[in-house]
């Protein structure tokens, strides 16, 4: 990672890095405003796909946060982005909301139960036995099983929550297929993010707060990798990991005067 080019684009994970447990960070507001004015391309990345660009928009809106809609990058808009690039105009039976059902619609997809190319996994408060067992049945018959993340849990205010890769897990006991992830860790999330904004990731940059999703996406792709112990992850998680972040910083405003 040494010799880069000063950063051009900057990626920022949006839970525990600009909000935690419903609440702006302080001093994220003043670097999103920053990154705004700057003109520089960058993308606020999030692993939930339950809500719509224009929906988190909003949330972050009402937290002081200026952030236009095109640089939300959700896992669903990538999972979108995946499916049409594999199977253009194909069919897909959906366990989600409308982050990735609209996302889908979007790209050409048709959503049905009957023989469709794949089911598609994603975030929902609402997931229903019924549902689990017609996506059991569908991979069983045929369907491929793709899921818009791994994330086994997911934060709330109150506590954590079950999250997609739970239901996968459980979805892939009962079939022995297991789903393929589109959202991080897996590098095609910054990829697809990337060609987005038409960005190079010898000068993007990637803000986290996960060893384990963030860290690993971005140095999997090839980008500089910044740490913030503003969520999950502490100092000492990371002398636990075989990899590390290019810097450690306590939030994003120890970031503002960079960009």
């Not at 993340?149 to 079939?175: C, F």
């Not at 060609?195 to 999997?220: F, P, Q, W, Y």
């Amino acid at each position: 990672m040494g010799n880069r080019r000063p950063t051009a684009t900057w990626l920022t994970d949006m839970d525990g890095v600009l909000v935690h447990e419903g609440q702006p960070v302080p001093g994220a507001a003043e670097f999103v405003a920053r990154l705004h004015s700057s003109e520089k391309p960058f993308l606020v990345l999030t692993n939930n796909s339950m809500f719509t660009p224009r929906d988190l928009l909003a949330r972050l809106g009402r937290m002081g946060f200026s952030v236009p809609e095109r640089a939300i990058w959700t896992s669903a808009l990538a999972t979108a982005q995946f499916l049409h690039d594999q199977r253009p105009g194909g069919t897909a039976f959906v366990l989600g909301e409308a982050g990735l059902t609209t996302a889908l619609h979007e790209v050409g997809y048709v959503l049905t139960d009957y023989a469709p190319d794949y089911v598609v996994l994603g975030e929902t408060r609402t997931y229903s036995f019924e549902a689990i067992t017609r996506a059991v049945r569908l991979i069983h018959d045929g369907a491929r099983f793709i899921c818009t993340n791994p994330d086994v849990t997911g934060p709330s205010t109150e506590g954590v929550l079950p999250a997609a890769g739970s239901v996968a897990a459980m979805i892939s006991k009962a079939t022995g297929v297991d789903p393929y992830f589109v959202g991080k860790p897996n590098p095609m999330m910054m990829r697809s993010a990337l060609n987005t904004i038409k960005a190079h990731s010898e000068t993007t940059t990637m803000i986290g707060d996960r060893m384990d999703t963030d860290v690993l996406c971005g140095l999997e792709a090839g980008l500089e990798t910044v740490l913030v112990l503003s969520g999950i992850s502490t100092r000492a998680d990371v002398d636990r990991f075989p990899y590390r972040p290019s810097r450690i910083v306590d939030s994003v405003a120890d970031l503002v005067d960079e960009v």
